[in-house]
């Protein structure tokens, strides 16, 4: 009897505290946002956290035959994150970062300093892109590589990449023709 009673009253503070405990943890758990782009670079997380003019975090555009994806994150400075790939790529495929299929992942831990993982620099690097729908205007992926300092060379290692979001047309750019008068 004293066993039965002993586990009825503690085993309900027990189930209490595993309850409590359970709860805490899920409000102290990030979730994740609708729109992201992330990665650990140079061995620290980064996620874009200043909104753009859309209110969102990341944001995607589609300029002529390229989709540009860009984020930002302000610490003490902000930093910018890049990637850019041609419009056709194929789906869930791994394609590196080349000049033959203009495509690079550009990032600026401040305003003095900037990274590329274009291979005429010495940088490499692949992407992913799991989905691009226009119709929902929807584009997400991932992407890692070694990026170049552009000034010293310096090689930063950017992993885990990934990026979800929403899809904007931008209209193709038109410059007038020289010599032409108006």
């Given at each position: ?21 359970g709860l805490q943890g899920c409000k102290n758990q990030d ?11 140079g061995g620290k997380a980064w996620r874009a956290n200043v ?132």
């Amino acid at each position: 009897m004293k066993t039965s009673a002993f586990f009825s009253k503690n085993g309900f503070v027990f189930l209490l505290v595993l309850t409590l405990a359970g709860l805490q943890g899920c409000k102290n758990q990030d979730v994740e946002p609708e729109f992201y782009l992330s990665a650990t670079i140079g061995g620290k997380a980064w996620r874009a956290n200043v909104n753009n003019s859309q209110n969102i975090t990341v944001g995607a555009a589609k300029v002529n035959n390229y989709v540009v994806v860009i984020g930002q994150q302000k610490t003490d400075k902000t930093a910018t994150l890049v990637v850019i790939f041609p419009k056709n790529v194929a789906l869930n495929q791994s394609v590196k970062f080349t000049e033959s299929q203009p495509s690079t992942l550009a990032y600026s831990p401040d305003d003095l300093e900037a990274y590329s993982m274009e291979p005429s620099r010495g940088g490499s690097g692949t992407y992913t892109v799991t989905r691009f729908d226009e119709e929902n205007q929807m584009v997400e992926g991932t992407f890692s590589g070694d990026a170049i300092n552009i000034k010293t060379g310096a090689k930063l290692k950017i992993t885990d990449g990934r990026f979800r979001s929403q899809l904007f047309d931008v209209p193709p750019t038109t410059t007038p023709a020289p010599n032409t008068k108006r």
